[in-house]
């Protein structure tokens, strides 16, 4: 580097070690849902009904024994250690719990996207279906009792031979609940990435992994004045889709590994009706969370008059994260919700990915939404914006900025993101031309770029995904935010993707 840079920092970030003790803390999913149902008598999981109106509440102890139900179940129907399965339902007490049996039985189960209705003649959810189950070998696939009849009659000999629904699973007889003795180190179950790859890639998450993301859930939530989660009576509410990271391992894995109560909204009932949402946090110290799109589909469906009445001055964080973090819709939303008493600072900016389980960093200040302008000194000629600050990393979690050839820039420069420590997973299943990709010396590199600044990360997009019109590289989403302000009928665009092209 030149000596413009002399006294400059390293754009290398980490996180805190052993914040606090971990003495007892669970290294599988089985013991973790086994203490927190003996230590939490008093919490356990909340399932909104289709309207988001009414509650089911079970205990954790409750919820224990249901899923060692599930392991007899799951072996009735000869499934056992290895076997891999495919959840392919709708966001419910029966999904959790087969899930998490699957786990305890030694499989290994992949949450997917659910079918809506039957194939109606269609061949492109199968088509779907059937490249998901050649990427990881699944020899079962649970999904709705409609789809089951539409391929078995449809498909007998490939997706309709291996598909199941709850009524058929629960048709054994569950003699044998025990849960298999596993390992830290031993896989648990398989996350589908949500990148814009054509090819579905399955990130192989073991038990430490995901235990060791929760506690790391635990340390990086700001929830005000220093403490953590597990130092209150927070509730985790949230309408995000079980097979989505941020659901799965930020609602059931953070909730049953830290022990607090969780209120779970199926994501249909908050695209009907997002005010049933806010409501579930009314007068409680509760966590929000989601993705920028569910903060601005808040700001453009609801009014301050919807929400009059409505008190969200205990929210102890609103977590931010999973997709580009617009400032405009963050302050679109604090704007609605002004009169309920919430306060901004409690936007909680962060950043994690499928491959590192989950979390890898959040911004603990407290201080709401930050941001600062991308460096113009980078290997990326972009176009100057404000992009938002994302923190520090959890604990034991180092974050580096790169260059093209793998050497550590420093900070207020722009490269490439790469993460190390106990989250980050060890390879894609079956797939090692992308563990090459990614995977490089211990590190994960995934194409996201940004830039280190006054010892914290900022995000400003994929290098994979930028498009060059007449010259200039420009990110996708600064066209696609640009779009979204297009107005008709008072409404903003609902749906919006740019992407380069030729003619």
Not at 6 to 14: E, P
Not at 28 to 42: H, M, N, W
Not at 427 to 437: I, P, S
Request: proline letters at 5%.
């Amino acid at each position: 580097m030149s000596n413009q840079n002399t006294g400059k920092r390293k754009a290398a970030l980490k996180g805190g070690t052993n914040v606090q003790d971990t003495t007892g803390f669970p290294f599988t999913i089985g013991e973790a849902l086994t203490r927190t149902a003996r230590d939490c008598s008093d919490k356990g999981i909340q399932m909104g009904d289709r309207a988001g109106l009414r509650f089911e509440r079970r205990p954790y102890s409750e919820i224990l024994e249901n899923v060692r139900s599930y392991c007899g179940l799951w072996r009735a129907s000869g499934v056992g250690p290895g076997d891999k399965i495919l959840l392919c339902v709708n966001t419910s007490f029966d999904f959790i719990c087969a899930w998490l049996g699957a786990i305890c039985v030694g499989a290994y189960p992949a949450a997917i996207a659910p079918a809506v209705g039957g194939l109606k003649g269609s061949s492109h959810f199968a088509t779907k279906l059937e490249k998901f189950r050649e990427v990881i070998g699944a020899s079962r696939l649970l999904i709705s009792e409609q789809m089951v009849q539409d391929l078995k009659e449809a498909y007998p000999d490939t997706l309709g031979a291996i598909a199941l629904s709850f009524s058929d699973l629960k048709a054994g007889d569950a003699i044998d609940r025990d849960f298999v003795e596993a390992a830290p180190e031993d896989l648990a179950f398989l996350q589908f990435t949500s990148g814009s790859t054509g090819t579905p890639r399955a990130v192989q998450i073991t038990h430490r992994m995901a235990t060791s993301n929760a506690y790391s859930l635990n340390e990086g939530v700001f929830v005000g004045d220093g403490v953590t989660v597990n130092d209150s009576p927070v509730l985790n509410t949230a309408w995000l889709p079980m097979h989505h990271d941020m659901g799965l391992i930020g609602c059931i894995v953070f909730s049953i590994g830290c022990g607090i109560e969780l209120s779970l909204m199926n994501p249909a009932s908050f695209l009907a009706r997002p005010l049933r949402y806010l409501q579930t946090a009314h007068n409680k110290p509760a966590l929000l969370s989601g993705p920028n799109f569910g903060y601005q589909f808040c700001a453009d469906r609801l009014t301050p008059a919807n929400v009059e009445g409505l008190d969200l001055s205990q929210v102890a964080s609103a977590l931010t994260g999973s997709e580009m973090i617009r400032p405009e819709t963050v302050q679109a939303f604090c704007d609605v919700v002004k009169g309920t008493g919430f306060k901004p600072e409690r936007i909680c900016p962060c950043y994690g990915m499928a491959e590192a389980t989950l979390a890898v960093t959040f911004d603990r200040k407290g201080l709401g939404i930050r941001t600062h302008s991308v460096p113009s000194v980078s290997d990326y000629a972009l176009e100057e914006q404000e992009v938002v600050c994302v923190g520090v990393p959890v604990p034991d979690t180092e974050v580096e900025i790169v260059n093209a050839s793998g050497s550590v820039l420093y900070e207020d420069e722009l490269g490439e993101i790469q993460v190390r420590g106990p989250s980050v997973f060890n390879g894609y299943y079956g797939n090692e031309e992308a563990n090459k990709e990614d995977l490089r010396d211990g590190w994960l590199r995934i194409g996201d770029l940004g830039f280190a600044h006054n010892g914290e990360l900022y995000i400003a997009g994929r290098s994979k995904e930028i498009l060059v019109i007449r010259g200039d590289n420009v990110m996708p989403h600064e066209i696609e935010w640009l779009a979204e302000e297009a107005r008709g009928d008072g409404k903003s665009a609902e749906r919006v993707a740019a992407f380069s092209g030729f003619h």
